[in-house]
């Protein structure tokens, strides 16, 4: 598929919409679509865009895969409530974690939240409904970064030569595939989303278990579930493109009410960048570093260590896994 990039600043929102709500509407034609939401802005747009498209016709469903941010799915149900939009919040936990058990290279992992969610989760709401299309919010970044093999995104198919229609039994539907998380957000602002969402930090497909090296467990998945909600909420005045907490798998030696104790370690990610193609990492003043090691090692029982990268992308890359 040769993509034909539209950067954001010869976007036109209106436009743009308008095309893409046509686009979908001639695509699904009479019949109906679903679309996965996980509030963040690329999944929200595309809901929006289905919604303006198909009406009633477009089914939203928010995958609880147990992998998610604290109180991620009743927050983004609310809120697309406003917009007359009823989502359907679907308990796949124990289906996720059970693919995910005693996985622990990072590309393996991907691949077993990749097929659990085309093929566990959607491929019986597609049966069941008769639906014949998935309405989903790939940007260009996660093409470029799939194809150069930087790292696997779950929801790039079609650029790989996976046909969805014959591997999980529904066709795709991409509106956002031409642009990039600055285009989405421009996009976004003109649906009327609110800035909660629009200027909404990045979150992986993958979710948490992108931020956990080795096995995704539902226990280390819950420890940096914390971190990530210290260091959201430490961090939510810093101007940057993402923040995030990382568990290692290491061990490390630390002292807690002057015992010794053979702990973990959370590293601290934050961001500066346009469109995620490159990011250099943000200077945090020294008191914040210290105040965010002090919440994350007295909050989370177990954790000895926090540490603060400050390697830019490339060669790093912005999630670790």
Excluded at 127 to 143: A, C, E, F, W
Excluded at 231 to 249: G, P, S, T, Y
Excluded at 277 to 290: I, K, S, V
């Amino acid at each position: 598929m040769n993509l034909i990039e539209i950067p954001a600043a010869k976007l036109n929102p209106k436009e743009f919409i308008k095309e893409k709500v046509k686009e979908i509407s001639d695509t699904v034609g009479d019949g109906s679509a679903i679309t996965a939401l996980s509030g963040g802005v690329d999944s929200s747009v595309v809901t929006l865009l289905g919604h303006r498209a198909l009406g009633d016709g477009l089914k939203a469903y928010f995958i609880d895969n147990g992998l998610m941010r604290q109180d991620e799915p009743e927050g983004v149900a609310r809120i697309f409530r406003k917009f007359g939009i009823h989502v359907e919040i679907l308990d796949a936990r124990e289906a996720f974690f059970a693919a995910l058990k005693g996985i622990h290279d990072p590309e393996e992992k991907r691949e077993a939240i990749t097929q659990t969610f085309y093929k566990t989760v959607f491929s019986p709401l597609f049966k069941n409904s008769g639906t014949r299309y998935l309405l989903q919010g790939t940007i260009l970044t996660d093409v470029e970064e799939t194809v150069a093999g930087v790292k696997r995104q779950h929801n790039v198919l079609q650029q790989l030569g996976i046909d969805p229609q014959q591997a999980f039994g529904y066709g795709v539907i991409e509106p956002l595939v031409q642009i990039r998380k600055d285009g989405v957000r421009k996009v976004a602002k003109a649906l009327g989303l609110p800035e909660s969402v629009y200027k909404r930090m990045p979150f992986p497909g993958p979710a948490l278990a992108a931020r956990v090296v080795g096995e995704a467990s539902p226990e280390r998945i819950a420890l940096v579930r914390k971190a990530t909600a210290i260091v959201e909420r430490e961090l939510q005045n810093v101007k940057a493109f993402q923040c995030m907490a990382i568990l290692h798998e290491d061990r490390f030696a630390g002292m807690k009410e002057g015992k010794r104790e053979f702990g973990m370690q959370i590293e601290v990610r934050c961001w500066k960048s346009v469109d995620a193609r490159t990011a250099t990492p943000a200077w945090l003043p020294p008191r914040l570093q210290e105040k965010l090691a002090r919440r994350i090692t007295t909050g989370i029982p177990g954790v000895v260590s926090v540490t603060y990268n400050i390697t830019p992308k490339p060669p790093s890359t912005m999630e670790a896994v």
